[in-house]
Nanobody, 125 residues
Framework: QVQLVESGGGSVQAGGSLRLACGTSEHIYSTYSMGWFRQTPGNEREGVAAIDEDGSTLYADSVKGRFTLSKDNAKNTLYLQMNSLTPEDTAIYYC???????????????????WGQGTQVTVSA
């Protein structure tokens, strides 16, 4: 049973924008911390941005000021708006959700309860 459904990846030139979406159930959306992570070949998955059920957010230093989380309560969907993209943002992006607090999730100090299937983001120079 798929709990997190991602969409919105693709290819864009440097300086462009993409918006990723992560849809889920109302229960997960309203009670879990959720976040976006990314992974490149040969590297560990890293936290990009995360939000708890109260709206508190965490962002990686590398994306602060460029990426923004938002939530659509009517659609039970978490969005990641990515602006001013650079080739260094190229990765597979994953949505995740966990019952723990947002800091534990963001730093992957606990294995998330749920992972999305991943979506490729490619930024060309």
């Amino acid at each position: 049973q798929v709990q997190l459904v991602e969409s919105g990846g693709g290819s864009v030139q440097a300086g462009g924008s993409l918006r990723l979406a992560c849809g889920t159930s109302e229960h997960i959306y309203s009670t879990y911390s959720m976040g976006w992570f990314r992974q490149t070949p040969g590297n560990e998955r890293e936290g990009v941005a995360a939000i708890d059920e109260d709206g508190s957010t965490l962002y990686a230093d590398s994306v602060k000021g460029r990426f923004t989380l938002s939530k659509d309560n009517a659609k039970n969907t978490l969005y990641l708006q990515m602006n001013s993209l650079t080739p260094e943002d190229t990765a597979i992006y994953y949505c995740a959700a966990d019952r723990s607090n947002v800091r534990l999730l963001f730093n992957l100090l606990v294995p998330p309860d749920y992972w999305g299937q991943g979506t490729q983001v490619t930024v060309s120079a």
